[in-house]
C-alpha cells in the first residue's frame, strides 16, 4: 500500500515561511476541526469550514486521487448536494459583524466539479433547502437557530435563488406574511397543473399555517403574493402545526385537481388542500379549499395513493394499529387493521411489479416486520390487502429503507436496530439477513450492483454482490467516518473517509476492491493552503 502524507511538521514549516515573508494567512490560525464530506456525482467533497473552502477529491485510474481546494464565502454554516448529486451548494454567512468595505458578505456558492458560483446575500440566514428537481434553492432562517451576531432577524424572510438566471436575478427575497408563525421546513413541489397552467410551488410549513408561493412567478413585478393557509379545526383555538405535506397532481386531463396532503405533529386530523380555481380578480390564478379529517389519532406518515376505488390520502395510526383511506373530495374514510407498530409508508408500485393500483411498503423502528399492502384491495378487500414479510428475531426495528437502482429496483436494503441487515425482494417477497458483527451501516452502490458495509469508527469494511448476496471482506488500517461510491474516467471508485488527523482517504477500485492495491492518503486539509 503506497501513502501520500503531508504531515504537520511540514505544515508547520510552510507556516514559518510564509510568516518571514509578512503577515501569516489567517487560515493557518483556524483549527482543522470537523469537515463534513459529501458524496457527488464523481468526486467526494470536503467542506472545511476552517479554510474558508471545498476540497475536492477526484479519484483516478490506478487509485490515484487529485485533489483541488476551492474557495467558498467566510463562516460555512450549512452545505449540501443535489438530488442528482451534481452540484453542491454551500451557505455561508460572511463577516459577522462587517466593519470594512472589503469585510464579506453572507453567500450562497455553487460548486459543479470544480467551478464554483458565488451569489452574495444582503444577511446571513441558516437554513437551506434545495429543489429536487435542481432549479432553486431556498434559504431561511432555521427553527432553533439564529445567524450568528444577528441582533434581529426576520424568520418569515424566504431567499429563493433560482439557479436559472444570471447573477442579477437570480436572488429573491421574500417575506411571507405572517400570523406569528414561524417557518420549520420548506418543501418544492412537482410541476403541478393549475388553472393557469404548469407550475411549481415553493411550501412553507411554519408552526401554524402553510404558505404557497408561485415560483414560475418569483420574478414578476409587482410581486404575485403568496397564499397562506390558516390551519384550524373551526372549533377551538388550537394552532395546528404541520409536520410534513405531499402533492398530487391528480388527473392529467384536469387542472383543478392537484392537492397536498398536510400531516399534524399535535392533533388526529390530516389536511386536504385541493387547488382549484381562484375567484375572478384574485391575483393567483389557484386557490386552496381545506379538507380536515379525523383519522383517530396522530398520523406518522401520509401518501396519496391509488385504489381500487380512485385516489385516496393513506395515513398511518400506529397508536391505533391500522391506515386510514381518506377520500380527498369529500373526507370520507375506509380503515384496515394494520397490527404491527409500522409507522412509515413508501409507495413501491413499479418496484414490486404492480402496472395498476398502488403498492406500499410499510415499515417502522418498532417492528421487526415489513409489510407489503396493495392497495387494488384496500377499500373493497382490506382484509386480504396486507401481507406481512418478517425479519426474526436478530434484526430489530426496520430503521431505514435504501432504494436500489435499476436493473435490481425490486430490492429495498432494510437497516434495522440490530446486527442484521436485509435484502427485501418486493417481487419474490423474500427478505434474507446479512449478519454483521456489531451495528454496521449500509450504502447502496449508485450503479445498484453492490452494497458497502461498514462499522463507523472501526476498520471493518465488506463488499456485498446484489445478485449473490457474497461478501467480500475488505479489513483496512485506518477507522472509517464514512464510505463513498463515485463515478472516475473509465471506471468506479470507493473512497473511504477517516477525518481524524486532517483527514485521511483511503481509494480502492469499487467493481474489483482490492486492500493490497488500495491507495491511502494522508493529512489532506493540511494541503493547498495558501
Not at 393549475?194 to 413585478?221: C, I, N, Y
Request: hydrophobic letters at 40%; a negative charge; charged letters at 20%.
Amino acid at each position: 500500500m503506497s501513502i501520500r502524507a503531508r504531515t504537520a511538521p511540514f505544515a508547520f514549516a510552510l507556516a514559518a515561511s510564509a510568516a518571514a515573508c509578512g503577515e501569516r494567512a489567517e487560515v493557518w490560525d483556524a483549527p482543522i476541526g470537523n469537515p463534513t464530506p459529501i458524496a457527488l456525482e464523481s468526486n467526494v467533497a470536503l467542506v472545511d469550514p476552517g479554510g474558508r473552502r471545498v476540497l475536492v477529491l477526484e479519484p483516478k485510474d490506478g487509485q490515484e486521487l487529485d485533489r483541488t481546494s476551492v474557495e467558498v464565502g467566510k463562516g460555512i454554516i450549512a452545505a449540501a448536494a443535489s438530488a442528482d448529486q451534481k452540484r453542491l451548494v454551500v451557505l455561508s454567512t460572511g463577516d459577522v459583524p462587517r466593519r470594512k468595505n472589503d469585510d464579506e458578505r453572507a453567500s450562497l456558492t455553487i460548486l459543479e466539479g470544480t467551478r464554483a458560483r458565488r451569489l452574495p446575500l444582503e444577511s446571513p440566514h441558516t437554513g437551506l433547502a434545495i429543489d429536487p428537481l435542481g432549479r432553486y434553492v431556498a434559504v431561511f432562517a432555521a427553527p432553533g437557530s439564529t445567524a450568528l451576531g444577528a441582533f434581529v432577524e426576520n424568520p418569515n424572510e424566504i431567499i429563493v435563488v433560482d439557479l436559472q438566471a444570471d447573477d442579477a436575478k437570480a436572488i429573491v427575497p421574500r417575506t411571507l406574511r405572517s400570523f406569528g408563525g414561524r417557518p420549520q421546513r420548506v418543501s418544492f413541489s412537482p410541476e403541478l397543473q393549475l388553472p393557469g397552467g404548469k407550475r411549481r410551488l415553493l411550501v412553507v410549513e411554519t408552526d401554524q399555517d402553510v404558505v404557497l408561493l408561485d415560483l414560475d412567478h418569483v420574478h414578476d413585478a409587482p410581486e404575485r403574493p403568496e397564499i397562506t393557509v390558516r390551519l384550524t379545526s373551526g372549533s377551538s383555538t388550537k394552532a395546528l402545526s404541520p409536520a410534513a405535506v405531499v402533492f398530487d397532481d391528480g388527473d392529467p386531463a384536469k387542472n383543478d385537481d392537484a392537492r397536498i396532503g398536510v400531516r399534524l405533529a399535535n392533533d388526529s386530523n390530516v389536511v386536504t388542500l385541493t387547488l382549484g380555481v381562484a375567484p375572478s380578480g384574485s391575483p393567483n390564478d389557484f386557490l386552496p379549499t381545506l379538507n380536515l379529517t379525523d383519522v383517530g389519532g396522530p398520523a406518522t406518515d401520509l401518501a396519496f395513493v391509488r385504489t381500487d376505488a380512485g385516489l385516496r390520502l393513506a395515513a398511518l395510526v400506529p397508536g391505533n394499529a391500522r391506515a386510514v383511506l381518506v377520500e380527498p373530495a369529500t373526507s370520507v374514510t375506509s380503515t384496515v387493521d394494520i397490527s404491527g407498530g409500522f409507522s412509515r409508508i413508501s409507495l413501491v408500485t413499479s418496484a414490486a411489479g404492480s402496472a395498476g393500483s398502488d403498492v406500499a411498503l410499510l415499515y417502522g423502528s418498532g417492528s421487526a416486520a415489513v409489510a407489503l399492502w396493495a392497495l387494488g384491495r384496500a377499500v373493497g378487500q382490506s382484509f386480504r390487502s396486507v401481507e406481512i414479510v418478517s425479519l426474526g428475531s436478530g434484526g430489530g426495528g426496520v430503521t431505514q429503507v435504501l432504494d436500489v437502482p435499476a436493473p435490481q429496483s425490486n430490492l429495498k436494503v432494510l437497516q434495522t436496530s440490530g446486527s442484521a441487515f436485509y435484502v427485501l425482494d418486493l417481487v419474490k417477497r423474500t427478505a434474507p439477513p446479512l449478519t454483521t458483527q456489531g451495528q454496521a451501516e449500509v450504502r447502496v452502490s449508485p450503479d445498484g450492483k453492490r452494497l458497502w458495509v461498514f462499522g463507523k469508527n472501526t476498520p471493518s469494511l465488506a463488499q456485498v454482490d446484489l445478485a449473490t448476496l457474497h461478501p467480500v471482506q475488505l479489513p483496512l488500517e485506518r477507522t472509517i467516518d464514512s464510505v463513498f461510491e463515485v463515478g472516475r474516467p473509465g471506471g468506479r471508485s470507493l473512497v473511504v473517509v477517516d477525518r481524524r488527523g486532517g483527514v485521511g482517504a483511503t481509494v480502492l477500485d469499487a467493481t474489483a476492491p482490492d486492500t493490497a492495491t488500495s491507495r491511502s492518503f494522508y493529512g489532506l486539509l493540511l494541503e493547498g493552503l495558501q
